[in-house]
């Protein structure tokens, strides 16, 4: 009798043993920081869709995101601005206000214009979707490359009628005609060194891929790592947070800027 109790406590351990092996890997999340970066060994839950899966649109509200920080990080003026806009109109600024034909900011609109004329001059184009057009990053990349970027250096040719302008304008017609757009700040605006900037997921998600961009000692720009950081729900999120959304607004179901293929998702709330 002794030596069947001693034979089924054996089995019950190694039964025990063996299922605390085969947990799967996918029920750890880490939840050390809102704000991190990831890896190749990084466990992003799947359904939250953190990392990947961008389309066209979500790609071109990264363009615009990753561009205004570009215009602000380089032109004093422009900068001046963008801050004047943040501080009349609170941490959700109207793009139309800061670029194109309706903008009140000279500066900031010319300097983003010419800043995407000379990213599509580097063999970029935001319009084409195969694959989506994610953005370059903002400055040098800290990798062992030379560091190499198409957000600095003035465009050779800028103005007039030609086959890069044309991209250009076409870009402009997508953000500003057929969709409404605004930048959402959810941590508001201050004078650091340091900027992150990414778009809305397009999904129900509560995260994203961003690009944080430090200023160094010798006044250059770099992006924190050649991995994506990801911005994860409202607390630890810096300031100097820059989110390209779209708005919801339009007159009648067949307003573009309706967004019915969304339906369901409330922009305002990531992050917020």
Known sequence: MKKALSLVCIVICMLSLVSCEQEPDELFVSETSDLTTTSSTSKIPTTNACIGNTDLFEAQLQWVSTIAVAVIQDHALAEAEFYNEYNSNGNVIAVDRLIGPNAVYPNFSFDFEQKLYSI?????????????????????????????????????????????????????????????????????????????????????????????????????????????????????????????????????????????QYSGIDFTQFLN
């Open 120 to 260: 599509i001059q580097g063999n970029y184009n935001p319009n084409n979707s195969t694959p989506p057009p994610i953005p370059p990053h903002i400055g040098g990349l800290v990798s062992n490359d030379n560091p190499t970027s198409f957000l600095s250096g003035p465009a050779t040719h800028f103005g007039g009628e030609d086959e890069t302008m044309e991209l250009v304008n076409g870009f402009y017609n997508t953000v500003l005609t057929e969709n409404c757009i605004e930048l959402f700040l959810p941590m508001g605006l201050s004078d650091h060194d340091t900027f992150v900037y990414s778009s809305h997921p397009l999904d129900t998600s509560d995260c994203n891929e961003a690009i944080q961009s430090v200023k160094d000692s010798n006044g250059t720009w770099w992006g924190t790592s050649t991995s994506p950081t990801v911005l994860k729900e409202r607390n630890g999120i810096p300031q100097n947070t820059i989110i390209a959304r779209p708005v919801r607004s339009g007159t009648t179901p067949e307003d573009p800027c309706m967004y019915n």
